[in-house]
Antibody, heavy 118, light 107 residues
Framework: QLQLRESGPGLVKPSETVSLTCTVSGGSISGSDYFWAWIRQPPGKGLEWIGFIRDSGTTSYSPALTGRVAISVDTSKMHYSLRLNSVTAADAAQYYC??????????WGQGTLVTVSS | DIQMTQSPSTLSASIGDRVTITCRASQNINNWLAWYQQKPGKAPELLIYKASSLQSGVPSRFSGSGSGPEFALTISSLRPDDAATYYCQQYESAPHTFGQGTKLEIK
């Protein structure tokens, strides 16, 4: 059964870069049917789609974050990563990784909390 | 971006009630719509994909319907465990936008 596990620093300073990794198990990270995504949720608020990557390296990002965000994939290590630079308090959120298939929607990890504070 | 307008934002209903949440897309999404349930402190869980397909393991009291711009999630007979926040999401085109959520409370 597919499992996704997020990891990364829980605390980052304003103006710095946060890097998160999603490790995939119980399934292949390769395959043309899948998109590997990041989604976030500020405390007490709704869900915000950040972007996704395919195993080929093709990416798509939210226009609201384009220029600050990058998603990369390492198929040999069965993981993909999110980098978000110049963070502010508005970037504090629960960050989820998820696998998307057009035919079955999104399957989510449990999430990791990122706090932005000096 | 495709905007997803979800209503109502909060809903209070009794055990056994039939409950409907609606979601309207700002343009055609060709039924590429999912519904999720999220409980406090937990990740969202997929209920419905492709507008009306029930995810494996999800109780049959949940159903999805609709086409074109307007979609609905219906719970046929509300149970205590259904207290949660529900989100719709379109995945016709990136960015895969979400509705603002509906918080369902049990009376």
């Amino acid at each position: 059964q597919l499992q996704l596990r997020e990891s990364g620093p829980g605390l980052v300073k304003p103006s710095e870069t946060v890097s998160l990794t999603c490790t995939v198990s119980g399934g292949s990270i390769s395959g043309s049917d899948y998109f590997w995504a990041w989604i976030r949720q500020p405390p007490g608020k709704g869900l915000e789609w950040i972007g996704f990557i395919r195993d080929s390296g093709t990416t798509s990002y939210s226009p609201a974050l384009t220029g600050r965000v990058a998603i990369s994939v390492d198929t040999s290590k069965m993981h993909y990563s999110l980098r978000l630079n110049s963070v502010t308090a508005a970037d504090a959120a629960q960050y989820y990784c998820a696998r998307h298939s057009r035919y079955v929607g999104y399957s989510w990890g449990q999430g990791t909390l990122v706090t932005v504070s000096s | 971006d495709i905007q997803m307008t979800q209503s109502p934002s909060t809903l209070s209903a009794s055990i056994g009630d039939r409950v409907t949440i609606t979601c309207r897309a700002s343009q055609n999404i060709n039924n590429w719509l999912a519904w999720y349930q999220q409980k406090p402190g937990k990740a969202p869980e997929l209920l419905i994909y492709k507008a009306s397909s029930l995810q494996s393991g999800v109780p049959s009291r949940f159903s999805g319907s609709g086409s074109g711009p307007e979609f609905a999630l219906t719970i046929s007979s509300l149970r205590p465990d259904d207290a949660a926040t529900y989100y719709c999401q379109q995945y016709e085109s990136a960015p895969h936008t979400f509705g603002q959520g509906t918080k369902l409370e049990i009376k």
